[in-house]
């Protein structure tokens, strides 16, 4: 079993839900407004669900430039918008607001969410700058609100980002969950996208020796994914599923269809 609410599945689709950008955003659409983010990810939502996927994670990606501290009005905006749109879910959900792992988890205690992933732990030189997440801030966050339930995903090689950290990566998948009680390690590539390294995979998972799932985070697609699924728990997948594999795109139901038809077929 990867978690109660994926009931006995052995692996696990998690799909990506990207809202549209929040208010404050460069990005933004004021025309709008927080209706249409509303309307275009609930339409996400419903070829996510009829194409069979097992759980769907809300993201912020269209908010660029990144923040590494949340805005009030993001959190709230974001908030909002999974609050209305959970309503049409028949899966799990879980929520990411990059990059802030506090936000993250406040996010996902109000709206009631099964997880949540962020980078929770290292030290990253990135596009957003010198990055060095809090991993104790939000884990005692989780504890006071009372939602030790919710499961938190430790992505460990940061997209846009490289590691300040030298150890090589099995040593700190193994420390995020000896040390900061990861529920889950994930393992990205270096842009959204693009797969993680098959090796870096293997060796997260091999080093973590089946105490918590590993799961694939970027770049999965339709003729990877047995390759994966061989050596993970599941996958994040998001870029994969839009019109044109375009990150930016919404969704295509069809590319869903055939790609949980491979799934299907190796699970």
Not at 55 to 72: Q, S, V
Not at 139 to 153: A, C, I, V, W
Not at 240 to 255: A, C, I, L, M, Q
């Amino acid at each position: 079993m990867i978690f109660d609410f994926f009931g006995d599945k052995k692996k696990a689709v998690i799909a990506m839900a990207h809202i549209g950008a929040l208010p404050g955003s460069p990005l933004y659409n004021a025309d709008g407004g927080m209706a249409k983010l509303v309307d275009d990810v609930v339409s996400d939502i419903e070829k996510l669900q009829a194409g069979g996927v097992d759980a769907i994670m809300f993201g912020n990606e269209n908010d660029r430039p990144y923040l590494l501290k949340a805005t009030p009005e993001s959190i709230a905006a974001m908030t909002a918008v999974v609050a209305a749109a959970k309503q049409v879910l028949k899966v799990p959900f879980g929520v990411n607001y990059l990059w802030d792992p506090t936000a993250t988890v406040s996010i996902g205690v109000a709206t009631g969410a099964s997880f949540v992933r962020e980078i929770f732990t290292g030290v990253f030189a990135s596009d957003m700058g010198v990055w060095a997440p809090d991993c104790a801030t939000p884990s005692r966050l989780r504890r006071n609100l009372g939602r030790t339930d919710m499961k938190m995903l430790f992505n460990i090689n940061a997209e846009f980002a490289h590691s300040l950290d030298q150890r090589p990566i099995g040593l700190r998948a193994k420390s995020a969950v000896f040390s900061s009680l990861a529920d889950a390690i994930l393992v990205s590539g270096p842009i959204t996208g693009q797969p993680a390294d098959a090796s870096d995979l293997r060796t997260a998972a091999e080093a973590v020796e089946g105490m918590v799932p590993v799961f694939a985070n970027t770049g999965v697609n339709v003729d990877n994914v047995r390759d994966v699924m061989s050596v993970a728990s599941g996958c994040v997948i998001g870029t994969h599923f839009k019109v044109d594999g375009d990150t930016w795109n919404s969704v295509d139901g069809e590319r869903v269809k055939r790609f949980m038809d491979v799934v299907n077929s190796v699970r």
